[in-house]
């Protein structure tokens, strides 16, 4: 089974400032885990992906995520953050064991920037 | 980079009715593609997956015979929602599967309002 939770469904942050979106996630076997984004009225966007190698994995505008495996996380991180950076942010998980390649989203993390 | 298009984008049907939304993907071969629907503030919720040439796979509660999906082709899906009534009004959208790197690649999704 495979299972991810994002603990916050709100996040503030003011622009400039540093910004984190946590995730977690439960899997049998090994991860292969996602980030998307979704702005306002449209679809998803991928932001970036991990499956093996180093644990820090850089994407799309300036985002990237650290794999944690003993903590079982796979937090988002932006160094400086945008107003443009508002948006609706899915973390995503498929087991690489299990026989399904469908990944399970979690229930999205809602990130403001106030100018 | 792959792009997954939707239509329409935005609907509104009197009750009753049956609403045809399509999913193509324009530059790649789409073995999989997937229908989800999204409510206000709230997460991906996974319907179906369709897979060319065979029969859609409903998850648990999603009435097949009410949400009806084709994919005759490798790149296009359809969903129509037979008989809609205002509580299928909701945000849908579709996902198409790049096999080689399995990145999910969204449409831009569908509002649905049914009067």
């Known amino acids: 089974a495979q299972s991810v939770a994002q603990p916050e469904d709100q996040v503030n942050v003011a622009e400039g400032n540093p910004l984190t979106v946590k995730c977690t996630y439960s899997v049998s076997g090994n991860p292969y885990l996602f980030w998307y984004v979704q702005y306002p009225n449209r679809g998803l966007q991928f932001l970036l992906k991990?499956?093996?190698?180093?644990?820090l994995v850089k994407g799309s505008y300036g985002f990237e995520a650290e794999f944690n495996k003993s903590q079982t996380s796979f937090h988002l991180k932006k160094p400086s953050a945008l107003v443009s950076d508002s948006a609706l942010y899915f973390c995503a998980v498929r087991d690489l064991s299990g026989g399904s390649y469908i990944p399970t989203f979690g229930r999205g993390t809602s990130l403001i920037v106030h100018p | 980079g792959a792009v997954v298009s939707q239509h329409p984008s935005w609907v509104i049907c009197k009750s009753g009715t049956s609403v045809k939304i399509e999913c193509r993907s324009l530059?790649?071969?789409?073995?999989?593609m997937f229908w989800y629907r999204q409510f206000p503030k709230q997460s991906l919720m996974l319907m179906a997956t369709s897979n060319e040439g065979s029969k859609a796979t409903y998850e648990q509660g999603v009435e097949k015979d009410k949400f009806l999906i084709n994919h005759a082709s490798l790149t296009l899906s359809t969903l129509t929602v037979t008989s809609a009534h205002p509580e299928d009004s909701s945000f849908y959208i579709c996902s198409a599967r790049e096999v080689i790197n399995e990145k999910l690649f969204f449409g831009s999704g569908t509002q649905l309002s049914v009067l």
């Open positions: 991990y499956i093996t190698g180093d644990n």
């Open positions: 530059d790649f071969q789409a073995t999989t």
